[in-house]
């Protein structure tokens, strides 16, 4: 058999595991058996937190996808008042519930460098997306669009290109900071266009009367609303590129991507926009990025300078 023929068909075998899913049970049985456990009870703390209303008023559903459906009805939502809106709001809720855990997993396999992460980063941009576009995050909804076409693209990458195999370098400290420095920049730059986009799309998407950044309403801040809404999808877009590229260093950004992402539905932006579930979540999530930012960053340096030479 030729090299070429044998290149092939090592290609082949590669494309038979299209973002990573034949290893999907694989690649969590590999993690640690401590991570493992967190990660199940990660899983039931966010399912259990994305149906059962934590925020229930007297007389109010705590089954949470009802709860949003009688909102809707009552006070209307980015797809209108009516009982079409509220099912479809409903519907949107339930979905992300089921989901939600595949975020957890999507972060996890980020953290242990797994290929699998993009199978579960593209679910779950899948069901995220139509939940942010449910509660009027456009931001959010347009960033998962960007997900889940780049799922393909960051897979090829780290598969069949070979970044999965990148190591983390050490370099200079007038390296780091130069390199630092320009992610910042960048970063405000991205958080920028973000910020100046998100208004426009929403009007295209919803119409003039239905957005939240211009109206806001009595319980929504709109101005707030869009300056955390462009600071997350800004760095959600410039953490997503390093992902795409295995940099180690993209767990800086996510660690404050998920701050952001909590301060999002602390009711900064107005009390409609609490959401003591999704606090939860991102709870999780914000501690899973923690564990990466120890694994990919940390782990080998306090190895090579704490560790007892034999």
């Not at 973000?194 to 426009?200: E, G, Q």
């Not at 602390?266 to 939860?280: F, H, P, S």
Request: hydrophobic share 50%; net charge positive; glycine share 8%.
């Amino acid at each position: 058999m030729s090299n070429r023929t044998i290149e092939q068909e090592f290609m082949k075998t590669k494309f038979k595991n299209f973002l990573g899913a034949r290893d999907v049970f694989k690649d969590l049985k590999e993690l640690p058996k401590k991570f493992q456990w967190f990660l199940v009870l990660g899983i039931v703390i966010v399912l259990v937190f994305n149906f059962v209303s934590v925020t229930a008023k007297s007389g109010e559903s705590r089954f949470l996808p009802l709860q949003q459906y009688d909102r809707v009805l009552v006070a209307g939502s980015v797809f209108g008042q009516n009982e079409s809106s509220a099912i479809a709001v409903a519907v949107l809720y339930s979905l992300n519930g089921l989901a939600a855990f595949t975020g957890v997993l999507a972060v996890a396999m980020i953290a242990y460098n797994r290929a699998s992460q993009y199978f579960w980063g593209l679910i779950n941009a899948v069901f995220f997306g139509l939940f942010a576009l449910s509660v009027g995050y456009v931001g959010d909804f347009f960033m998962n669009i960007i997900l889940i076409i780049g799922a393909s693209v960051g897979w090829y990458l780290f598969e069949i290109v070979g970044l999965g195999n990148k190591k983390q370098k050490t370099h200079s400290l007038n390296w780091n900071l130069a390199f630092y420095l320009l992610i910042v920049l960048i970063t405000f730059f991205v958080i920028m266009m973000w910020y100046w986009a998100l208004s426009p799309a929403a009007t295209d998407l919803f119409g003039k009367s239905n957005n939240q950044y211009v109206h806001g309403g009595t319980g929504v801040n709109g101005q707030t609303l869009q300056v955390l809404d462009g600071i997350s999808s800004g760095m959600n877009t410039v953490g997503y590129v390093m992902q795409l590229t295995n940099m180690s260093q993209q767990f800086y950004i996510w660690f404050f991507l998920n701050i952001v992402k909590i301060l999002k539905f602390t009711g900064l932006a107005g009390r409609d926009t609490l959401n003591v579930n999704m606090l939860i979540q991102f709870g999780v999530w914000f501690t899973i990025s923690l564990i990466g930012l120890y694994k990919r960053n940390f782990e080998s340096l306090f190895a090579k300078y704490f560790t007892k030479k034999k």
